[in-house]
Nanobody
């Protein structure tokens, strides 16, 4: 089993930045693909970004490309999401996810492990 714990959420104004962290524990592996998803009230969970185990391949959704950066520190078993130029439409609960396969995918159902989420609210 893998446990994921997100942190770093909060209330910010439009244009501000936040950095989310996801600490992994348990039967973790540096080869796991890691991702961030988000879910706004009344909406389905959507893909934000994913990164391979080595960090050499990264994939972003069009809605965050150029503003968000995903990274990982395998020595610390931690994945980060740096969010810049935040917009009110970025308001959501943000979830960290992991899958044991190396292929980058954006489908919720293809991830094996999930954190409890951290809330991000962006005011206009």
């Amino acid at each position: 089993q893998v446990q994921l714990v997100e942190s770093g959420g909060g209330l910010v104004q439009a244009g501000d930045s936040l950095r989310l962290s996801c600490a992994a524990s348990g039967r973790t592996s540096s080869s796991y693909t890691m991702a961030w998803f988000r879910q706004a009230p009344g909406k389905e969970r959507e893909f934000v970004a994913a990164i391979t185990g080595s960090g050499d391949v990264i994939y972003y959704s069009d809605s965050v490309k150029g503003r968000f950066t995903i990274s990982r520190d395998n020595a610390k078993n931690t994945v980060y999401l740096q969010m810049n130029s935040l917009k009110p439409e970025d308001t959501a609960d943000y979830y960290c996810a992991a899958r044991s396969h190396t292929t980058l995918v954006s489908s919720v159902g293809l991830y094996d492990y999930w954190g409890q989420g951290t809330q991000v609210t962006v005011s206009s």
